[in-house]
Structure formats: C-alpha cells, structure tokens
C-alpha cells in the first residue's frame, strides 16, 4: 500500500543547533502538507507544496518538495525550545483527497 | 481562522458501553469530515471519512458497526465507539478542510480510555 515514510524517527539537539526531517513517499503525491504536533495536542497546520520542486519559508523553516513529487524535507534554522513536537508530513494521492501521514520526527530541544 | 472543535476531550467508560465524541466546524461549512486514531507516539491513521448527508465511507480493517459515523449537518460529524473495549483506548481526532483554499484544520482530539 501507499506508505509515507520519515526520518529520523526521533532527533534532540542542542537548541540553536539545525534540524532537518525527511518525508518519502512511495508513489507520487498531488501536495505535500506540514504539521506540527505539540505534546499532548493536535496537529497544526503548517504549510502546504502544490509544485514539483517548489521551497518555501516560513521565518526559521524551510520547506521543499522533491522534484518527483515523492519527497519533501522541513529544516529548521537555530532551534527554539518552542520548536519542540512531532513533525509530520502528509499528503494526498492524486485522484484521493484524503491524506496520509508520514511516520512523524519527534524533536526534542536540550536547553 | 477556522476552527474545528471536539467534544469530550477527555472521556472514561466501561467496557462493552458505547462513547460517542463530536466534531463540529465552529464558522464554516464542512461536507466532509475525516476521522483518525493515533496511538501513543504513532502517526494518525486514516479511521474514515464522513460525507454530509451520506454513508461515511470507512478505511480498510476498520469495523464499521463498531464504529458509528454519522454527519447529520454542514458542521457536526460524530463518532460512536460501540461496545467499547480497552484496545479501543485512544486518541481520536477530526479534521475538517476549510475555505479559501481548503486548509485542513484538526480539532483539538479526544481521549478514549475504557476500562
């Protein structure tokens, strides 16, 4: 079946460091959509990629979606404890509104 | 901005009772609504998507007597766990999209412990 896959599963870095987390896809997705999931709430929408190859930013994050529309990456520039949460990429399959979700990246900040 | 609230966020029942939980799109018009589980440190799993007005149509593997779906109005969908049991226990949450540009927005979830 279709699957969405992220890594790393889990990152702690210092805070001010960079972190990065990595969306695959196994088939092609339509867009692919960012979410953060503080501790104990519900996913917030972040951003959404409609274009092959596109980048966005929002302040300290970064958003591209891969050329083949299978892949997508979120950095974060000099972390902030108010970054901590799971991470998630989603995405619908073209013809198929409905989302997936990736497999997640839980950041944690070490002050 | 839009907003999808759910109600109870936190509920507690016995095994074999049934639990319902809402979903409800506070200021806008939600024809369709999704549902998911997530456990503990685990991804959100697609449960079923709710039609206004329809029959949900429901996810692979998930019981759909077992899980009551029905989206009576534009703007509440609710979930009946039915003859609930302790691996029934978890998270569930509803999304909704919303204009301009169909924006998902999540509600707040809803914990189920049945003990």
């Known amino acids: 079946g279709q699957q969405v896959m992220q890594i790393p599963q889990y990152q702690h870095v210092q805070e001010g460091e960079d972190f990065t987390t990595y969306c695959n896809s196994s088939t092609t997705l339509s867009n692919i959509q960012w979410y953060k999931q503080r501790p104990g709430g519900h996913p917030v929408f972040l951003i959404q990629?409609?274009?092959?190859?596109e980048v966005k930013k929002q302040k300290r994050l970064t958003f591209q979606f891969g050329e083949a529309k299978k892949n997508s990456s979120l950095h974060i520039t000099a972390t902030q404890t108010t970054d901590v949460g799971t991470y998630f990429c989603?995405?619908?399959?073209?013809?198929?509104?409905?989302?997936?979700f990736g497999t997640g990246t839980r950041l944690t900040i070490i002050p | 901005g839009a907003v999808v609230s759910q109600h109870p966020s936190w509920v507690i029942c016995k095994s074999g009772t049934s639990v319902k939980i809402e979903c409800r799109s506070l200021d806008f018009q939600a024809t369709t609504m999704f549902w998911y589980r997530q456990f503990p440190k685990q991804s959100l799993m697609l449960m079923a998507t709710s039609n206004e007005g329809s029959k949900a149509t429901y996810e692979q593997g998930v019981e759909k007597d077992k899980f009551l779906i029905n989206h009576a109005s534009l703007t509440l969908s609710t979930l009946t766990v039915t003859s609930a049991h302790p691996e029934d226990s978890s998270f569930y949450i509803c999304s909704a999209s919303a204009p301009p540009g169909n924006t998902i927005y999540f509600g707040e979830g809803s914990w189920l412990t049945v003990v």
């Open positions: 989603a995405g619908p399959y073209f013809g198929n509104e409905k989302l997936t």
């Open positions: 990629l409609v274009k092959s190859g």
